[in-house]
């Protein structure tokens, strides 16, 4: 975990975030979040190495996901007339993944961020379907030599309003897809990708916002 001061002290609206990887020979992902709390920064002071060790989160509970960076992607941009809340006297926290076997090179990743105007809706960023609470076949394991599907499943508790969505998965994944069932029984697809590819990962914004009405069931395999 790696904390950058933001040095903002009003409020902004971010309309783009890009996560640029110093090295992406190494950078397997990053997780940005913002935090507002003195934490992230004591963590980091008390670790007395560059950054700080956190598995999951940042060790924060009011720790906030901005975006994630996979292989593939690219600066985004939120949908027009919408944008991200940067509170004023924030911290980027930005969780490095790097995979084994990499002592000894250097990475520089960078956090970059375009403001717009204040009036922008605000979305947020989150692990909605995840390989951990929302597993209804879990844990997620796979024997050696065998084929395994495993799916997720959480109950939407308030109306919500979908611009986009990231599916995520490592280097054995075949294939990924999420779909909704209504109250009313109706279903709409949300993502379909029949040939994974770790390589070439994308946080896909859908042509026109969803509507997922409170009730609905959301599954993804």
Known sequence: MFVIPVNNPAQQTIQSIEVYPGNR???????????????????DQNDPLPGYNAFGGTGSP????????????????????FGAVMLPNSY????????GGVSGQVDSTQVRLKYGLSSLRNVTTVAALNHGSTLTNGPLFIPA???????NQVNVNTNYTLTGIMPHMHLIGKSIKAYCVTPTNDTFHLIDIPEWDFH???????????????????TGK
């Open 200 to 218: 070439w990962q994308y946080f896909y914004q859908f042509q026109k916002p969803i509507l997922l009405p409170r009730a609905s069931i959301v």
């Open 145 to 151: 030599d065998s084929v395994k599907t495993f799916y």
């Open 25 to 43: 020979e190494i950078v397997h992902h990053a997780l940005v979040f913002q935090d507002t709390s003195s934490i992230p920064l004591t963590l």
């Open 92 to 99: 980027i926290v930005i969780q490095m993944h790097y995979p």
């Open 62 to 81: 009011t720790s906030k996901l901005l975006t994630v960076y996979t292989p593939g992607q690219g600066a985004f941009n939120f949908a027009p007339g």
